[in-house]
């Protein structure tokens, strides 16, 4: 057999073939290619650690981040969308590709739309997380074709929730290192308030 005639299951040396290599994807914004652009969704009151590293890795992947911050007018909650943006500002502010928008009421797949985004960003924290992500995900998909990429949780941020810090310090407790600095202050001085 000459090599043009091997099979793509065996080499000319009768060794089997490596698979044909993934293409890199491209790096940056090349002529021809429009930006990739992704959204990190989330209610953020307030954003955690565990959502900054997941903003991090997003920023990592995709020339463009959104951060949208989803919130419901009829619930208040601990911190207004404009507080919540500037604390998130203050975590993943130093990444030139991250921006973070606000949007009312509004379906998550209108907001993906909106920014110009096909792919939504979800950090999950183990199998409760993806239980609870995967029919939305599925639905996000079902109502416009946005697909889900799901981004493992670090092991050592995975007990951090937005809800179970705003309970520890609702009780005096320390979130040091569960979310960043100004966000703990911010925490403090709100429950002081209340
Ligand atoms: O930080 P959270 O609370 O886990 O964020 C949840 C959020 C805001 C991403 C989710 O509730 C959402 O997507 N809300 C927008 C309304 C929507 O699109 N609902 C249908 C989902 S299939």
Do not use: W
């Amino acid at each position: 057999m000459s090599s043009a005639e091997t099979t793509r299951a065996e080499t000319t040396q009768g060794q089997p073939a490596q698979p044909d290599p993934v293409p890199a994807a491209p790096v940056g914004s090349g002529p021809g290619r429009a930006p990739r652009r992704c959204v990190c969704p989330g209610s953020y009151d307030p954003v955690t650690l565990g959502h900054a590293d997941v903003v991090r890795r997003a920023a990592a992947l995709y020339d463009e981040v959104v951060v949208a911050v989803l919130h419901n007018p009829a619930k208040r909650g601990t911190f207004t969308p404009q507080e919540r943006r500037d604390l998130i500002v203050e975590s993943c502010g130093d990444l030139p590709n991250v921006r973070v928008e606000l949007f009312a009421g509004r379906l998550l797949v209108d907001v993906a739309r909106e920014v110009g985004a096909d792919v939504i960003i979800k950090g999950l924290r183990g199998g409760t997380d993806f239980a609870y992500e995967l029919p939305m995900a599925l639905m996000n998909r079902h109502l416009t074709g946005v697909e889900t990429v799901f981004l493992p949780g670090d092991p050592s941020l995975e007990h951090i929730s937005s809800s179970l810090v705003k309970e520890v310090a609702a009780h005096g407790g320390d979130v040091t290192g569960l979310v960043s600095d100004p966000v703990r202050d911010a925490l403090v001085k709100r429950l002081q308030e209340q």
